[in-house]
T-cell receptor, first 113, second 109 residues
Framework: EAQVTQNPRYLITVTGKKLTVTCSQN?????MSWYRQDPGLGLRQIYY???????DKGDVPEGYKVSRKEKRNFPLILESPSPNQTSLYFC????????????FGEGSRLTVL | SQKIEQNSEALNIQEGKTATLTCNYT??????LQWYRQDPGRGPVFLLL?????KEKRKERLKVTFDTTLKQSLFHITASQPADSATYLC????????FGAGTTVTVRA
C-alpha cells in the first residue's frame, strides 16, 4: 500500500530537549516536504526536498533542520524545541514535485512544555 | 504578500444540496490550484488539480472552477452526503504550494 509514515504520532516534550520526527514514503517519490498546521493559519511549509541531498527552506524554517540522505526518508529535527513549536506536523511526498498530487502522512502532534 | 482566503465561516448544508466553497487569492499568479479534503485527525487527501489555462474540472460529484481574472476558485460538491463532511483546503502553486486555512463543511442528513 502506498503510504507516508510518520513517527511519533503524538509526543509531549520539554523545552530544549532535542527531538526527531521521522518520515518515510514507499512510493519512490523524489519530492518530500514538511508542513505545520496551526488553527486559523492553514498548512505552512517548513522545509522541502527535491531529491536526495537537495533541501531548501519553506516559509517557516526557523528552529527546524532536515536531512535527505535516502530517497525514502526525510526526518524533521528540532534541535532545541520551544513552546511556539507546539503544532500538528505533516510530511508529504509527490512524484511531480510541488505541482503534483501530494501524499500526506497521518500527522505528528507535538506539544512542547 | 501573498494571501489565500477561504470561506471564513463553516458551511452547514442539507443532504442532497450543493455545497459551494470559495478560495480567493491576492498578490499571486499561480500556475495551478489544488483542492484537498481533510478529516479530523488525518492528513489531507488530494481531490483535484486545475491549471491556469483550464476554466473548469470535474470528478464525480465534484466541480472546480478557476478564474484567474477574479483570482478565485469555486469548489462545488453536488448531491452532498453526510460522508462529505470534512474540511476542504485549497492550495495554490507555482514553484511551491501554499495552502489556505480551509473551510469546514457539515452535511446534515
Amino acid at each position: 500500500e502506498a503510504q507516508v509514515t510518520q513517527n511519533p504520532r503524538y509526543l509531549i516534550t520539554v523545552t530544549g530537549k532535542k527531538l526527531t520526527v521521522t518520515c518515510s514514503q514507499n512510493m519512490n517519490h523524489e519530492y518530500m516536504s514538511w508542513y505545520r498546521q496551526d488553527p486559523g493559519l492553514g498548512l505552512r511549509q517548513i522545509y522541502y526536498s527535491m531529491n536526495v541531498e537537495v533541501t531548501d527552506k519553506g516559509d517557516v524554517p526557523e528552529g527546524y533542520k532536515v536531512s535527505r540522505k535516502e530517497k525514502r526518508n526525510f526526518p524533521l529535527i528540532l534541535e532545541s524545541p520551544s513552546p511556539n513549536q507546539t503544532s500538528l506536523y505533516f510530511c508529504a511526498s509527490s512524484q511531480q514535485g510541488p505541482q503534483g498530487e501530494l501524499f500526506f502522512g497521518e500527522g505528528s502532534r507535538l506539544t512542547v512544555l | 504578500s501573498q494571501k489565500i482566503e477561504q470561506n471564513s465561516e463553516a458551511l452547514n448544508i442539507q443532504e442532497g444540496k450543493t455545497a459551494t466553497l470559495t478560495c480567493n487569492y491576492t498578490n499571486y499568479s499561480p500556475a495551478y490550484l489544488q483542492w484537498y479534503r481533510q478529516d479530523p485527525g488525518r492528513g489531507p487527501v488530494f481531490l483535484l488539480l486545475i491549471r491556469e489555462n483550464e476554466k473548469e474540472k470535474r470528478k464525480e460529484r465534484l466541480k472546480v472552477t478557476f478564474d484567474t481574472t477574479l483570482k478565485q476558485s469555486l469548489f462545488h460538491i453536488t448531491a452532498s452526503q453526510p460522508a462529505d463532511s470534512a474540511t476542504y483546503l485549497c492550495a495554490l502553486g507555482d514553484y511551491k504550494l501554499s495552502f489556505g486555512a480551509g473551510t469546514t463543511v457539515t452535511v446534515r442528513a
